[in-house]
DNA sequence: AAAGGATGAATTTTT
DNA sequence: TTCATCCTTT
């Protein structure tokens, strides 16, 4: 059996110290490529192998299934050979942690055993269909999409209907709306993302005994990718740690992408204030990208303001310049990025070694032609998930309504498919019933089906059969062959292949697909019946949908936008479209509407994208930019990112114009300003204070008090700010 | 209920 | 330009 600190061996001296912290908060800022899962998954090893921690007593949490996944995965696999038993952290998602949590304690949390999850898709189907039902008169700034971001901030905010401000006409219909929406959500035993968070929040401050419980059995916290956390995941982490107070939190306020989402990197500060006790290490040695790619990553970062200051280094040496590629239009940065990929890999390297990156979606469509043109393998990610598509959502809800016979959306959707003479009258005649009885759309179809009518009657009768029929099948079938059943008894299938669009016939391969999916599912759980195991596969349907991107892309190039390629790594990373308005966005320089914030804080979130991108590579940079874009049918004319001019001048080399180049802009602000009489660490002269700041076109030099060597003017890129 | 036409909107999307 | 959604028509 071999020893925890022969792990530890292979981990710095800071990722040690972060890994082998005692008991309290701790706070890990972790830079980009600097191996904060590393320190995770050997925190948890180290905690149960060399604390004797019960692994079962570990909570940690991400933000995404996938990191989950292999959080555990990794765990385990570090663990096997050290302990005995079996070792089983806690491991999950937010969202995914709270629906665990809620399915075992519905009751004292005040839902239906039965609730459903609702994805964001069938939020706003729901909220639409709140507003129509109810004869909703919205005013014109406000629709479904504003009124779901409305409750999603409220409830993220912790706000229920009812607290938020009425002073505004369009504020007292968001209010009136939310308030509809909770009544109806309590009545379908609906349930959304936020609502997960919340709920439990909620619970664990209203419930004392409920909340000693979890605090008694938790013993340690960690959390991954804490820069992303809102303001109910920072409560949730208080209310889990509130007894033994061992929280690790691990994050990188440079890495902030989704403020837009709710996410408050400032509560990496916030941790901070709340535990006054906090070990702060910060990780900053790279193993990822050569040194050109960082200087020029921390360079453009440099310009953000209330960051921790780290500047990341490596040990390596050499790495050549960024690659800077001025096109004339959109096509022709295609073609040239294409060319380069045809000709790198020419000298021996995989398809999978390339990533193409970009700010918005509408850009990949020149990246996607140019690459299948040259006949390129590549896989864009994003897109429509599987359990997404039309024809899948049908089918699953038929099965939603055996589960939550609430559920009046899965109704509807149903009786629309396959079409079975149940036209917007008889649904009309559903809703009708159904608010007047005051019960679900469902026990209303029952009730009308029962009675004599035309088409729309009869079809209803169709439906209640079926469904009802799989009721019955569902006791007893397995989950793969339940999904089969409401496949065949819906008659969907049939449906689908008797249809004369061959698009459409198609979709049945994406159905015998479901029901391999099902059949899947069913093995990874313990045998269990399908009744049984629905309500998880359904919840697991929702909460974790699977990756558009398989992991499977092997030998493709890969195509996503830069949100999409946070926590990836290439070899050669084409960061495109460093444009004015593109990257950084249109809406970060501009107030298009009341919704977003446009100002510094926006810029600054468009410079963390653009120092993301720039990191995921790790030995080729390439950064493109088009003069001519065309944008709704019209050719716009685009000047460089202010982002390049950030980037000091040595480090980028021109490949090419194919237009005529712009002028650079000016200097937009002095760099480092706010390093004037900081102590500084430089890599060969050691500790220092900086005495004064030259800014010379995209470099800084600055003149350095050191303590063993004097004054001395370095260049910027080679001095960190100390650690306090 | 389905198909065709008009209309309007167009960042990013871990759960 | 392109795509999705709504509305009209049959």
Redesign the pocket.
């Known amino acids: 059996m071999r020893d925890i600190s022969d792990y530890l061996s292979a981990l710095n001296p800071r990722q040690k110290t972060a890994v082998t912290a005692e008991d309290g908060p701790l706070l890990v800022t972790a830079g980009a490529g600097s191996g904060k899962t590393a320190v995770l998954i050997n925190r948890i090893a180290w905690l149960i192998a060399e604390r004797k921690v019960p692994a079962n007593r570990i909570i940690a949490v991400t933000?995404?299934?996938?990191a989950a996944r292999e959080l555990k995965v990794r765990v385990q696999d570090l663990l096997f050979e050290i302990t005995d038993g079996p070792v089983e952290p806690i491991v999950g998602?937010f969202?995914?942690l709270c629906n665990q949590f809620l399915r075992i304690r519905y009751e004292e949390a005040g839902l239906s055993q039965h609730f459903s999850i609702m994805d964001?898709d069938d939020q706003k189907s729901f909220i639409?269909s709140l507003i129509k039902d109810n004869r909703i008169d919205l005013l014109n700034i406000l629709t479904p999409k504003s009124l779901q971001s409305y409750i999603n901030k409220s409830k993220e905010a912790r706000r229920r209907a009812g607290q938020g401000d009425t002073y505004y006409p369009h504020q007292r219909q968001q209010e009136q709306v939310y308030e509809l929406y909770e009544v109806e959500c309590e009545k379908q035993s609906r349930i959304d993302?936020a609502e997960l968070m919340l709920r439990t929040v909620e619970l664990m401050e209203r419930n004392t005994q409920v909340r000693q419980h979890i605090q008694e059995r938790f013993l340690h916290v960690l959390i991954d990718?804490f820069q992303?956390t809102n303001e109910l995941q920072f409560r949730w982490m208080e209310l889990f740690c509130g007894k033994h107070r061992n929280i690790t939190a691990v994050g990188d306020e440079d890495q902030s992408i989704?403020s837009?989402?709710g996410?408050l990197a400032w509560n990496l500060k916030r941790f901070e204030a709340v535990y006054p006790d906090t070990r702060i290490i910060r990780l900053e040695q790279n193993y990822r990208s050569t040194r050109p790619i960082l200087d020029a990553a921390n360079a453009l970062i440099e310009f953000n303001s209330n960051r921790y200051e780290k500047k990341l280094w490596t040990g390596k040496s050499g790495g050549s310049p960024i690659k800077l590629f001025n096109a004339a239009d959109a096509d022709r940065e295609a073609s040239f990025v294409v060319d380069q990929i045809n000709q790198i890999a020419s000298l021996g390297r995989d398809w999978s070694d390339f990533a193409v990156l970009y700010r918005?979606?509408?850009q990949s469509r020149n990246f996607e032609e140019g690459l299948s043109h040259k006949g390129i393998p590549f896989r864009v990610y994003?897109g429509v998930r599987f359990y997404h598509r039309r024809e899948v959502k049908d089918v699953l809800s038929y099965l939603q309504l055996v589960a939550n016979p609430n559920a009046n959306d899965a109704l509807l959707r149903a009786a629309g498919m396959p079409?079975c003479?149940?036209?917007?009258v008889?649904k009309r005649r559903v809703a009708t019933r159904a608010e007047v009885q005051e019960f679900s759309f469902w026990e209303a179809a029952v009730e009308l089906a029962e009675e004599s009518g035309g088409t729309g009657v009869s079809?209803l009768r169709n439906l209640v059969g079926r469904v009802n029929e799989l009721k019955d099948k569902s006791t007893e079938y397995s989950l793969g062959k339940l999904i089969k059943a409401a496949i065949d008894i819906s008659g969907i299938g049939e449906h689908l292949k008797n249809h004369s669009d061959p698009s459409e016939r198609s979709r049945i391969e994406n159905l015998d697909e479901l029901i391999n999916a099902g059949y899947a599912f069913q093995q990874l759980q313990e045998s269990q019946l399908g009744s049984e195991i629905l309500g998880e596969y359904l919840d697991t349907v929702v909460?974790?949908p699977g990756d558009t991107h398989d992991d499977v892309s092997q030998g493709h190039v890969q195509v996503m936008?830069l949100?999409?390629a946070k926590g990836l790594e290439f070899p050669v990373v084409f960061l495109t479209g460093l444009d004015e308005n593109v990257l950084p966005?249109f809406?970060?320089t501009n107030r298009v509407n009341e919704f977003?914030d446009s100002n510094d804080a926006g810029i600054e979130e468009e410079r963390r994208l653009c120092y993301v991108g720039m990191t995921r590579a790790e030995e080729v940079l390439y950064l493109t930019r088009a003069s001519n874009r065309?944008v709704?049918?019209k050719y716009t004319r685009y000047t460089r990112s202010r982002f390049l001019a950030e980037i000091p001048r040595h480090l980028l080399e021109n490949v090419g114009f194919d237009s005529v180049p712009e002028p650079i802009r000016p200097q937009p602000e002095a760099p480092f300003s706010r390093w004037l009489g900081v102590s500084v660490r430089h890599q060969k002269f050691g500790p220092g204070i900086v005495i004064a700041i030259d800014n010379q076109g995209a470099e800084s030099f600055l003149t350095v008090e050191f303590e063993k060597y004097g004054a001395k003017t370095v260049l910027s890129n080679f001095v960190s700010i100390d650690e306090v």
Do not use: V
């Open positions: 933000f995404t299934n996938k998602t969202h995914g964001q639409a993302f990718e992303d989704y837009w989402r996410a918005t979606n509408a994003g079409p003479g149940i036209g917007s008889t079809g909460l974790d936008t949100h999409a966005h809406f970060s977003d065309m709704r049918g």
